[in-house]
Nanobody, 121 residues
Framework: QVQLVESGGGLVQAGGSLRLSCAAS????????MGWFRQAPGKEREFVAA????????HYADSVKGRFAISRDNAKNTVYLQMNSLKPEDTAIYYC??????????????WGQGTQVTVSS
């Protein structure tokens, strides 16, 4: 069992940066891949980034590649999403998830409650 709590969302101007954090509790965090997904109003949830349990492998959606970076600190049971050069189209609720390393939401069994990111133009 893994419980996830996201933080770090907020309002930022286009071109700015935010760092999201996802704090996990539960013994399986250190053996779980972690993912970030987002959902904008009226749109389906989409994959943003994933990191393997060790941190050795990462994968990004094309729309955020080169701007976002996922990382994890297993000693702190926390995964991060550094978001730079933000665009208005990045506006969404961002969710972290724990499960199997994948682009697909169905591969993740545990989800946080989400944190709102709003990018103004």
């Amino acid at each position: 069992q893994v419980q996830l709590v996201e933080s770090g969302g907020g309002l930022v101007q286009a071109g700015g940066s935010l760092r999201l954090s996802c704090a996990a509790s539960g013994r399986t965090f250190r053996t779980s891949a972690m993912g970030w997904f987002r959902q904008a109003p009226g749109k389906e949830r989409e994959f943003v980034a994933a990191i393997s349990w060790s941190g050795a492998n990462t994968h990004y959606a094309d729309s955020v590649k080169g701007r976002f970076a996922i990382s994890r600190d297993n000693a702190k049971n926390t995964v991060y999403l550094q978001m730079n050069s933000l665009k208005p189209e990045d506006t969404a609720i961002y969710y972290c998830a724990a499960g199997t390393y994948s682009d697909y939401g169905n591969s993740y069994a545990y989800w946080g409650q989400g944190t709102q990111v709003t990018v103004s133009s």
